[in-house]
C-alpha cells in the first residue's frame, strides 16, 4: 500500500460551513507535509494545487470524511479517485508548464483534471463511463473548473483527442497493457505522457515516456520506468 492513511475529519451535521472548510484545508496542509513532501514531490507548482484543489468535493458524499485519506476510493461503477500521492506523482512526472496544454484519460470523479488546470493552460479530459463523466461535469463546474479550464468529452480515450493535439503532457489513469500508439502520436515535441501499465490481475508499472522527434517510430519515444502501482484496467479499444 502506498502512503499512510492521515485522520480524516467528516462533514458534520449543523456545523458551519466556513469552518469546515476551514478544517478541509488543514488536511490538505497535513496531507501535503506529510505525504508529499516528506516522499520526494518537490514541484511548487504540484504542490499549490493540491493545496487548493478540494478533494471532498470530488467524492460521493459519504466519502467526504475519508477524502484526505492518502488511499484511493470508490466512486461507483468499478471506478476509483486515485490516492493524492499518486495524483501529485503524475502530475509531478510530465511537470506541464502554465501554457500547456494537457490531454487525460479516465475523468473518473474529475479530480485529476483539477489538480492538472491548476498547473498547465488547459486541460481536455475523456472518461469512457457516461454516468461518471457527468459526475465529473458537476464536480468540476460546482469547483470553479468551466470549460475554459477543463473540456470534457464522454467516449473511448484510446485515440485521443486529435483535434487539440499535440500536447505537452498526457496522464493516463487507468492501465492499458501497453501504451496506445495514438496518445503517444499527440504528444509534441518535448511532451511526456506517464500511465500505468500491465494486466489488471499482477503488478503494473508507471511508465514515463518522453518525445524526441517528430516522427512515429518506437524510436522518437523514450520510455522511463517509474514506480509499482494498482489502476483499474483501461477499457475500450485498448483492452480489446
Request: aromatic fraction near 8%.
Amino acid at each position: 500500500m502506498i502512503g499512510a492513511v492521515l485522520a480524516t475529519m467528516p462533514l458534520l451535521p449543523g456545523c458551519d460551513r466556513e469552518q469546515t472548510e476551514k478544517e478541509y484545508a488543514e488536511q490538505r496542509e497535513r496531507l501535503v507535509q506529510q505525504t508529499m513532501q516528506s516522499r520526494g514531490i518537490s514541484n511548487a507548482r504540484v504542490l499549490a494545487a493540491m493545496r487548493k484543489v478540494p478533494r471532498h468535493r470530488f467524492v460521493p458524499p459519504h466519502a467526504a470524511g475519508a477524502a484526505y485519506a492518502d488511499r484511493p476510493l470508490a466512486i461507483g461503477y468499478g471506478q476509483t479517485i486515485s490516492q493524492p500521492y499518486i495524483v501529485a506523482y503524475m502530475t509531478q512526472a510530465v511537470a506541464p508548464g502554465p501554457d500547456d496544454r494537457c490531454l487525460e484519460i479516465g475523468t473518473g470523479s474529475g479530480y485529476q483534471a483539477a489538480v492538472l488546470a491548476e498547473v498547465c493552460g488547459k486541460v481536455y479530459s475523456i472518461e469512457y463511463v457516461p454516468e461518471l463523466a457527468k459526475f465529473a461535469k458537476q464536480n468540476l463546474r460546482a469547483a470553479g473548473y468551466g470549460p475554459e479550464r477543463v473540456e470534457l468529452l464522454t467516449g473511448d480515450g484510446y485515440q485521443g483527442w486529435p483535434e487539440a493535439a499535440p500536447f505537452a503532457a498526457v496522464v493516463v489513469t487507468a492501465a492499458p497493457r501497453r501504451v496506445p500508439q495514438p496518445l503517444l502520436d499527440q504528444l509534441k515535441l518535448g511532451g511526456r505522457l506517464v500511465a500505468p501499465v500491465g494486466p489488471q490481475d499482477s503488478a503494473q508499472q508507471l511508465e514515463l515516456w518522453t518525445r524526441t522527434r517528430r516522427g512515429q517510430l518506437s524510436g522518437d519515444f523514450v520510455m522511463t520506468p517509474l514506480i509499482g502501482v494498482r489502476f483499474v484496467p483501461f477499457v475500450g479499444k485498448a483492452e480489446r
